[in-house]
């Protein structure tokens, strides 16, 4: 069986994790898309979040667009 790690954020610790990441304003006001439909990002929507190259992406709720990051990673 292969191993998998999964890294969680539970919804009352989301507004924490954004902050300790010096993103929670930038989530609040809308600055970030989702990377599979362009959906803005708010505290609303937000499905996943993935770090990639020491950079914050975020997938919306639809979904489709979770689908998709989960089949891609």
Do not use: P, R, W
């Not at 990002?41 to 950079?55: A, L």
């Amino acid at each position: 069986m292969k191993k998998i790690n999964i890294n969680a954020v539970h919804d009352k610790d989301l507004e924490n994790f954004l902050s300790e990441a010096g993103i929670l304003d930038k989530v609040k006001n809308g600055k970030f898309s989702c990377i599979s439909c362009q959906t803005t990002i708010i505290m609303s929507n937000i499905g996943g979040i993935k770090i990639e190259n020491e950079q914050v992406l975020f997938v919306c709720e639809n979904d489709n667009c979770l689908n998709q990051y989960l089949k891609n990673g």
